[in-house]
């Protein structure tokens, strides 16, 4: 009895050791480049993502609603988590595809939608990450891609998880009218400037 409450206890251990030591070679991103419905969709499709989320992030108010954020005054961006495999992809490639994705010229807009909650931000949580950031910022200055650069380089602080009606919204709503006239544009040119790492 004793020898097969230790093979549970050791066996449990193990599992539960496992799970952790797995979960630990994840890593965390966060940008907002407009509407998270379509900045989710994008980085769904990288291959070493591992699962997106929409929140809100970039703000003082705390755990703020949609309609708060669209207001404005919460000073929130819309904005998403991104949780990856920096052994399939790094965070230089995640920048990339965040400078590749959207247009970082236009000050609080993205397309039709305006408004701070729809401003440019990549967020940094290490000072390494921050050093990435500026030196792409730099390269597309310096290569004549942007003029300028109105994203803002924040570090991190808190992110809130949007409804859950937000989560996967062009998976869950390929007819709605924004995903098809706006969203659906935007990714597949996406898709055509990184089809190399694409799932």
């Known amino acids: 009895m004793t020898k097969y409450l230790f093979f549970l206890i050791t066996l449990n251990f193990s599992i539960n050791t496992h799970f952790f030591d797995t979960n630990q070679k994840f890593k965390e991103a966060y940008f907002a480049s407009g509407c998270f419905w379509c900045v989710e969709s994008i980085y769904e499709n990288l291959k070493g993502v591992v699962d997106?989320?929409?929140?809100?992030?970039?703000?003082?108010?705390?755990n703020p609603t949609y309609y708060e954020v669209m207001t404005?005054?919460?000073?929130?961006?819309?904005?998403?988590?991104?949780?990856y495999d920096p052994e399939v992809i790094n965070f230089e490639t995640l920048i990339k595809v965040f400078f590749?994705?959207?247009?970082?010229?236009?000050?609080?807009?993205?397309?039709?939608?305006?408004?701070?909650?729809?401003?440019?931000?990549?967020?940094?949580?290490t000072n390494n990450e921050?050093?990435?950031?500026?030196?792409?910022?730099?390269?597309?200055?310096?290569?004549?891609?942007y003029k300028k650069i109105t994203t803002e380089v924040l570090a991190f602080k808190k992110f809130y998880k949007a409804e859950d009606y937000h989560q996967?919204?062009?998976k869950n709503n390929?007819?709605?009218?924004?995903?098809?006239?706006?969203?659906?544009?935007?990714?597949?040119?996406?898709k055509m400037d990184f089809k190399e790492i694409l799932k």
């Open 72 to 83: 404005g005054k919460t000073g929130h961006a819309e904005a998403i988590k991104v949780i």
């Open 100 to 125: 590749g994705s959207h247009d970082p010229t236009t000050l609080n807009r993205q397309g039709p939608d305006r408004g701070t909650q729809y401003r440019s931000i990549a967020f940094f949580k």
């Open 168 to 170: 996967d919204y062009k």
């Open 52 to 62: 997106v989320e929409s929140g809100y992030s970039g703000g003082k108010t705390s």
């Open 130 to 145: 921050k050093d990435i950031i500026e030196k792409e910022i730099q390269r597309l200055i310096s290569n004549n891609t």
């Open 174 to 190: 390929p007819n709605d009218i924004y995903i098809l006239r706006i969203s659906n544009p935007r990714i597949s040119k996406f």
